[in-house]
């Protein structure tokens, strides 16, 4: 298992520090319209003190969707447009909650189209990331005539990746520093519901063994997302998100993960010599417990993009 894993488990500890340490401060009410993507009350008001570092090192351990792409491409199924959300769509997102969600939406589906080179629709989608993105004053960070041109080779679609996997990460780092890592939380929340959710219509088609050992390990996922989700819940929309994150969690009740640690390896990474420990999973998880994550992965997926 990806020592992602393993490092949000530890990370996991530390917010429930947090949490216990934490007083409980009142939730302010709000319209749930929207938010203000600059105000740093929504911190101010919620009931955890979670530093911008944590949250940070939450959002960069998460899996990524561009690695369940891969397993998907892997398993020899064929590129499915049909499964991705529509770019049409982005009009109907006109709150800064459904932008946010959705940006993570549309750049787990460039993921999934890069992997399999599918340059003919890359640009449709790189517009769509476009209009959220500046629908959430973060457009700056993505150079979209850049993209396009490389978007308009094959060729250049490993060089597509890498600028949009750099200006997301830029994107991030700018809104934590900004007090504004409710909007990354979405972000990445989008992004994760949608891998998963490209990764199971491909399970209901192949019951891919390695792709079902892949959906189970995220289980703890979950938890994590669910503690700084819950952050922000004065406000209904994030309410409601928690709402139907909790009834995901319900479908991994059952799923055991059992963690195997092996020999520490010494690598090099610029010039340092650093010891990593290999670590892997073992996931015990029924037919049933499958279809039902796929069910509820479905139900979230719908109401982020519906």
């Not at 393993?6 to 319209?33: R, W």
């Not at 690695?67 to 982005?90: C, H, R, T, W, Y």
């Not at 999934?112 to 993105?133: G, H």
Request: proline letters at 2%; hydrophobic letters at 40%; charged letters at 25%.
């Amino acid at each position: 298992m990806l020592r992602k894993l393993f490092n949000c488990t530890a990370i996991l500890s530390v917010i429930l520090l947090f949490s216990a340490c934490a007083g409980n401060s009142s939730k302010d009410k709000t319209d749930g319209s929207d938010f203000s993507l600059s105000d740093s009350a929504i911190n101010e008001n919620a009931p955890l003190q979670l530093s911008e570092d944590i949250i940070g090192e939450v959002i960069q351990n998460i899996s990524s969707p561009v690695e369940m792409a891969s397993l998907i491409k892997k398993s020899g199924v064929d590129f499915s447009q049909k499964i991705l959300n529509n770019p049409d769509k982005v009009g109907d997102y006109n709150t800064s909650f459904k932008r946010a969600l959705n940006l993570g939406v549309f750049s787990a589906d460039l993921g999934y189209i890069n992997t399999f080179d599918k340059s003919t629709i890359v640009v449709s989608y790189l517009l769509s990331v476009k209009e959220l993105a500046e629908g959430i004053k973060v457009g700056q960070f993505f150079d979209f005539a850049a993209l396009k041109r490389m978007a308009s080779n094959s060729s250049n679609l490993d060089s597509l990746m890498e600028v949009s996997v750099s200006s997301f990460n830029k994107m991030d780092a700018y809104l934590r520093s900004q007090n504004r890592s409710h909007v990354s939380t979405l972000i990445v929340t989008g992004a994760w519901v949608e891998g998963l959710y490209i990764a199971n219509s491909v399970i209901k088609e192949t019951r891919n063994p390695e792709l079902i050992n892949r959906i189970g390990e995220q289980k703890d996922i979950i938890d994590i997302l669910l503690i700084i989700l819950g952050n922000y819940s004065h406000d209904k929309n994030f309410a409601e998100m928690v709402t139907r994150m909790e009834q995901v969690k319900q479908a991994y009740a059952g799923v055991k993960i059992t963690t195997e640690f092996g020999e520490p390896k010494r690598i090099e990474r610029d010039g340092t010599l650093i010891i990593v420990q290999d670590e892997i999973s073992h996931v015990e998880i029924t037919p049933e417990q499958v279809d039902n994550i796929i069910a509820e992965i479905s139900s979230l997926r719908d109401f982020i993009v519906l």
